[in-house]
Every structure is written in C-alpha cells, then in structure tokens.
C-alpha cells in the first residue's frame, strides 16, 4: 500500500515511515537482499556529508564501508574473525590502525566523579604494549616491550596485600627500600 503521504506499506495498511515492513507472525525473514551472482549486496546509508555501505562483500565478507573515506571500517570474515581498520582479521578480534591512537582498546568508566579512561595501545615507537591513563594526558603507567621486561612508570607493584606479600621499590626514590611482609 501507498498512502497519501507517500509511505509504502508491506504487510500493513498503515505506514509510518517511508519504507514500513511488517510481519505478524515473527521468526521468518522481514527482508532479503540477494544478487544472482558472486558479487556484493550492500544496504547504503547516505545523508549531505557521508555514505556508507552495509552488507556481504564480494569475498564473502561482511563489511561496514566508509563510502565516503573509501575505507573498509568492520568486517567479519567467514571464519568469524572480526577486522577493525583490516580486511584481513587474523584472530577473533584484530585491530589494525596508522598510529597508536588508532589501534588502541578504550576503556571508560563515566561513574560519578571521578571519571575513570584508560588506553591499551601497541606504541610503534618502541615496539611495546602501553596501558595508558587518559585522565593523565595518555601517560604510559605499565609497559612491556617486545624484548621483554615490564616498566611501571609513576608508581611501585603490591603482589599480595599490605602486611602479606612484596612490595618493589620505586626507581625515583632510591631510598626506598623493597619490603616483604609475613
């Protein structure tokens, strides 16, 4: 149906929306896209600034593009792996980027004050993973270097609980002794 409006109705006679599908019975497919052939079916979101396409990619991938960017954003392969920033995903999750910032995992805690936002990011710099606090300008607090090795940057390690295991010195503070407890 078509009313006066213009919306199209699929299963109702009382569109509310220009495209209005609806089935009563539920558990089957509202709607299908599919092309004869091996080639791509994408769903394309456009407004003035940005398009984007949603669908199965002609390698038989699932992608979110950035039409606009020419840029691959998401896709999942038919293994299951999961690409961000890659096409290519090599494991469950693999997220690929140009600079720290762009392969990084925030995590935010937006609580009460105070806020909590933190960065696991792989710095190209020096080849280290870096767990960065971004309510301190993304200082690096713990590092491990390819080569090996951890840094805790501004702080000590408590392995145990105050009065029951070992505390490590502070490497700005020399005076500090290393301690163990019971």
Known sequence: IIDSSGNVGVGTTSPSKKLHLYNATGGTDLLRLEVADSDSAFIVFKNSAR???????SQEKFEIYDTTASATRFMIDTSGNVGIGTTTPASALDITGGNNGASSISLKNTAPNPDSHWQITPSYASDTLQFRSANN???ARLEIPAAGGITVNGGHITMGTADKGITFQDIANASAP???GN
Do not use: F, L, N
């Open 137 to 139: 300008s993304y200082a």
């Open 51 to 57: 398009e984007w396409r949603m669908g199965e990619h």
């Open 178 to 180: 290393v301690s163990s």
